[in-house]
């Protein structure tokens, strides 16, 4: 079953606060929508479980950086701490990405490719 995913994370009700972006870009090495959302004020942290270990991947200061490739089926996302380290780092197998609502990025994943651990 395919779900519906912003690139805002307009649904999260657990941030209090953000600062989105989004850009369309035509370079040598990429073309397609950039996007950057940051986490100013969340109400509480966001912790998921990969095999034994447990990574915060949302938080005050944390920051979401997703790469939207023109005319593909697939989104790369790179979440960073409060520190600007990198903590986790996905690509999503989609149907398609289209600009939604005010302009924001939706897409529908079928599929998500996440490491067994970071």
């Known amino acids: ?8 994370r307009s649904s999260w009700k657990r941030i209090v606060k953000r600062h989105y972006r989004e850009r369309y870009l035509e370079t040598t090495s990429f073309t397609g929508y950039v996007t950057r959302l940051y986490l100013i004020e969340v109400k509480h942290p966001l912790l998921v479980r990969y095999s034994e270990q447990e990574i915060q991947i949302a938080g005050d200061g944390y920051s979401w950086f997703q790469q939207f490739p023109a005319g593909q089926k697939h989104v790369g996302t790179t979440v960073f701490n409060a520190h ?10 989609c149907h398609g990405i289209r600009p939604g609502f005010f302009g924001t990025i939706y897409f529908w994943i079928w599929f998500c490719c996440r490491p067994a651990s970071a």
């Open 84 to 93: 600007g380290q990198i903590v986790q780092s996905y690509i999503d197998i």
């Open 1 to 8: 079953m395919a779900e519906r995913k912003y690139a805002a």
